[in-house]
């Protein structure tokens, strides 16, 4: 099974819609939790942290469950600028072993059209 | 640009040739992280430096591939007797602080570089 898993999409959504991506990862001892967004041949960059009493920011909001080790990000009012690739990311398990390993998803493509 | 940056940023060499990358982090950022890309995954954790220290290698480094920060700044990957599977974007990530990745410090990547093994 691995570590993060993502649905790959691709989702193609009209400008002004609502989507939702899911996640779900393997260590229960996982200690954080993020959303990067990947350009197409680009870097990945942070979207934002995701929190256990949730969090949000503008148009994006995102969840955490840690008893069901899901994650997810929720895109309202979807631009075109939004079409992107999403990434789920868990950073390392505390003990000093992981300290400087985040995994990946293997991302959710997203395409909002006109 | 006072951002990560990485040279070349691409790269085509014959399989079996020795392959260098180079990584210049953020200024002052005292984490390096070296990862790998391939076509519809995500990026793949390969090793980090804390300063000049290796803390931390994936199964993923292989005995071909090598990583070095002597002084603590820059970081090189060297890739030696590459093989077609090599064939990547190798992504260079710097950040300051001292605990869990990410946590309560930014990881701040650099626009990769991309190797082609033919």
């Known amino acids: 099974r691995k570590e993060v898993e993502q649905d790959p999409g691709p989702f193609n959504v009209p400008e002004g819609a609502t989507v939702a991506f899911n996640c779900t990862y393997s260590n229960s001892a996982s200690q954080s939790f993020f959303w990067y967004r990947q350009d197409c041949r680009k870097e990945p960059k942070l979207l934002m942290s995701?929190?256990?009493s949730g969090n949000e920011d503008g148009r994006f909001t995102a969840q955490l469950n840690r008893a069901s080790q899901y994650i997810s990000l929720l895109i309202r009012d979807s631009k075109l600028s939004d079409s992107a690739t999403y990434l789920c990311?868990?950073?390392?398990?505390?003990?000093?072993?992981?300290?400087?390993?985040?995994?990946f998803g293997q991302g959710t493509i997203l395409t909002v059209h006109p | 640009d006072t951002g990560v940056s990485q040279d070349p940023r691409h790269k085509i060499t014959k399989r079996g040739q020795n392959v260098t990358f180079r990584c210049d982090p953020i200024s002052e950022h005292n984490r390096l992280y070296w990862y790998r890309q391939t076509l519809g995954q995500g990026p793949e954790f390969l090793t980090y430096?804390?300063?000049?220290?290796?803390?931390?290698k994936s199964r993923l480094l292989s005995d071909r591939f090598s990583a070095e920060r002597p002084k603590g700044s820059f970081s090189t990957l060297e890739i030696q007797r590459t093989e077609q599977g090599d064939s990547a974007m190798y992504l260079c990530?710097?950040?300051?602080?001292?605990?869990?990745?990410?946590?309560?410090?930014?990881?701040?990547f650099g626009e990769g570089s991309w190797l082609t093994v033919v």
């Open positions: 995701v929190y256990s």
């Open positions: 430096f804390q300063n000049e220290a290796q803390l931390e």
């Open positions: 990311v868990v950073n390392g398990v505390a003990g000093g072993t992981s300290y400087g390993k985040l995994t």
């Open positions: 990530a710097s950040s300051l602080g001292h605990g869990l990745a990410g946590t309560g410090n930014t990881i701040y």
